[in-house]
């Protein structure tokens, strides 16, 4: 999945004005324009589209987890310049405060079996003999399920 995807659905999913979304950004003291925001969320074959590149898309979701889960003492987290799936994930978790049966359920709700083995490789350090790639699939059904579950079901 690409970052403007992901972004696009988070959106939805909470239903995020642009003024929560410049506000997001402002927690993880990242100054972004209405613009910005726009063009990000615009579809490929729009002619503004812009893609977020991931240290933006760190950063929104670490205003996401500043948001949920409050400012923790010191510094604040250092954007990831090149972000993946498990990441994405691992901050999706964090800043929606899940444990493993809360995404287990989440999945259930778009028809989607994993263990708690399963999910916990995705967790794991990529440096693990367990590690296991999150597949675009995977966090594409997780999102799904996030918005069953937060704004209700398509139907």
């Not at 996401?64 to 923790?72: D, M, P, Q, T, V």
């Not at 510094?75 to 899940?98: D, G, M, S, T, Y």
């Not at 999150?134 to 704004?151: A, P, S, T």
Request: hydrophobic share 35%.
């Amino acid at each position: 999945m690409n970052n403007n995807d992901i972004i696009r659905r988070i959106r939805y999913t909470f239903d995020f004005s642009d003024s929560k979304m410049i506000e997001l950004f402002a927690l993880a003291e990242h100054e972004v324009t209405r613009a910005e925001i726009s063009d990000w969320l615009k579809k490929e074959d729009d002619p503004a589209y812009q893609p977020i590149y991931d240290k933006e898309m760190s950063i929104f979701l670490n205003g996401l987890i500043i948001a949920n889960r409050g400012k923790k003492e010191g510094e604040l987290p250092k954007p990831e310049k090149r972000l993946n799936n498990n990441i994405v994930f691992r901050k999706l978790k964090i800043a929606l405060n899940l444990k493993d049966d809360d995404i287990l359920e989440i999945l259930k709700l778009v028809d989607m079996r994993v263990s708690k083995h399963e999910l916990s490789a995705i967790f794991r350090n990529p440096g693990q003999s367990q590690y296991r790639l999150c597949k675009d699939q995977f966090l594409r059904n997780f999102i799904y399920g996030m918005q069953v579950k937060y704004r209700g079901s398509a139907e």
